[in-house]
């Protein structure tokens, strides 16, 4: 293996401060759902999630404050932020709070990143490490949402809401898409990496 820290083996420890911040934040994607398509309680759901949004960046810095890093939490952070923003989405385009022309622009991106990684696999990698712009994207997207959100529920909060959360996710998108560009040179930087050295291997 040649991707370094995404291919160390072991989940490493399980039960540190930032993997339970990580896991909250999971419970957090059906609490969203169950509040904002289940319940008529749509200030909780943009609570929940502008907490959700907010909390992005706590289990990375938790991690390297404590000195608690770990494969487990490098895995759970990208799926707690995955599936906020896959979960949201879903939900807002479905009351038509966003569009589907949205939608379809951020899975897009979504379906390059999963054929990126399924084509590592086959050659034997793991996935890329995080990059910083991705994160950054994420961070952006998961605050554009509850905007969204709140400009559709409050006629009061409209005039700058709804500008201010197109702002964020049009930000947003921008990143998430050259994240996806920096992903793919990295995966091209591992295959390459992986031959030269089977290339050189006795």
Known sequence: MVDGQA???????VLTVPNLISFARLLGVPLFLYLFL????TGWAVG?????GLSDWVDGFAARRLKQVSRLGELLDPLA?????????FALTFKDVVPWWFTFLLLGREAVMVLCLVVLRILGHGPPPVHYVGKTATAILLMGFPMMLLA??????RSWALPSGWALLWWGIVLY???AVFYFIQAS?????????AASAP
């Open 189 to 197: 930087v591992h295959v390459r990496a992986g031959r030269a050295a």
């Open 48 to 52: 929940v999630l502008a907490v959700g």
């Open 81 to 89: 932020d995955r599936l906020y923003i896959l979960a949201t989405l």
């Open 38 to 41: 289940g319940t008529d309680h």
């Open 152 to 157: 559709h529920f409050s006629s009061a909060a």
């Open 177 to 179: 898409w050259v994240a």
């Open 7 to 13: 291919d160390r083996p072991g989940l490493g420890p």
